[in-house]
């Protein structure tokens, strides 16, 4: 188990530039989740830790060595790839054992070491089986179980979710969770998926173009967004924006609504009188009219989904989206009165698109 350092991390391609100057310290025993859109560049990150790539410029630690030349199976890591990369002639058991026969490990000590990783992960009765026989959660789970049986110091996952189903995926995140917990190894897992970053990280770190956008807890960067990028990026349904203007202590939209600033928003307003700003609010910080600041909009599309519902309505010139009680259930064309709580809202410069604090 061991701590990973990038500094000034690179990585071009001729004149492309995909990761821009990464500083990033991870502690031992640390879950940390690398999340961005497609191309941002998370995985080609995860692959010069690994080194499966070549640095173009800074420094990469594991612990206190410089890793920056070594090999791949010198730097004592395990990774788990989203197609799973098992051998399909041979069985569970096989491909478990595999790595660790290549490495020399007596036989006495792997055959215990495959027995505690399958009971871990629930799978000793597929040890027989070949991969052809399992079904992706199955081969995920074998996948996991190879990685684990090396006792790495670190464990990296390249988007290992990515060609489950959603129940599957709920379920394999689940046990990723429970085996960091169980393991205590410092994990470093890629996704593109937020809600895989927020249920499993304890800090998420957001790319975007290559740079880091945001560093936090799930709490601080769903709370505390650093960016519109962040923002939108992160919670589902995703944060709703509408562009205003600080007038005298509230944010004037297009169309006549405003939104008094109060609470801790209304610091953040403070000596802005006249700036545009873009206004965040989250679907979920909606309430019902008469316990917060109304708002007034025409709906387009409304959503039952069981335990709630979702109310897509036009305020201005932007459409917004409310997550309510599923009792509530307006026809779309109805003129909707919603309530907000003020101090929920989150406050960016419509120029910079970077959050006023």
Do not use: W
């Not at 995985?43 to 070594?70: D, F, Y």
């Not at 800090?203 to 960067?221: M, N, S």
């Amino acid at each position: 188990m061991s701590s990973v350092s990038f500094r000034k991390l690179e990585k071009t391609y001729g004149a492309l530039k995909i990761v821009k100057g990464i500083d990033l310290e991870i502690a031992d025993r640390e879950f940390v989740v690398l999340v961005g859109p497609s191309g941002c560049g998370k995985s080609t990150t995860l692959r010069m830790l690994a080194g499966l790539e070549s640095i173009s410029g800074g420094e990469i630690r594991i612990g206190e060595r410089v890793v920056n030349k070594l090999p791949p199976r010198e730097r004592d890591i395990a990774m788990v790839f989203q197609d799973y990369a098992l051998y399909p002639h041979k069985t569970v058991y096989e491909n478990m054992a595999f790595s660790l026969k290549v490495r020399g490990i007596p036989s006495a000590e792997i055959k215990p070491r495959i027995t505690q990783a399958a009971e871990m992960l629930g799978i000793t009765q597929l040890l027989e089986r070949k991969p052809s026989q399992l079904s992706g959660g199955q081969r995920q789970r074998v996948a996991m179980g190879r990685a684990i049986v090396r006792r790495p110091q670190v464990f990296l996952f390249d988007e290992p979710l990515s060609n489950l189903d959603a129940k599957l995926r709920g379920q394999v995140r689940t046990e990723i969770k429970r085996l960091h917990q169980a393991i205590g190894t410092t994990i470093i897992y890629v996704t593109h998926d937020q809600v895989e970053a927020m249920t499993l990280a304890d800090r998420i770190v957001i790319l975007k173009g290559g740079e880091i956008e945001q560093v936090g807890t799930p709490d601080e960067v769903y709370n505390s967004p650093a960016s519109v990028f962040v923002g939108g990026f992160i919670g589902s349904p995703a944060m709703n924006f509408a562009k205003g203007t600080i007038r005298g202590g509230q944010v004037m939209f297009d169309g006549g609504a405003s939104l008094p600033l109060q609470s801790h928003s209304a610091g953040k307003a403070g000596g802005l009188e006249g700036r545009d700003v873009v206004v965040g609010i989250r679907p979920e910080h909606f309430v019902p009219a008469g316990e917060g600041h109304a708002l007034s909009g025409r709906v387009q599309v409304v959503e039952p989904l069981g335990s709630d519902t979702l109310i897509h309505f036009v305020l201005g010139s932007s459409t917004l989206t409310a997550r309510v009680a599923p009792e509530m259930r307006p026809n779309p064309g109805e003129d909707l009165t919603i309530g907000v709580d003020p101090s929920r809202i989150h406050l960016f410069d419509a120029a910079t698109e970077r959050a006023l604090a």
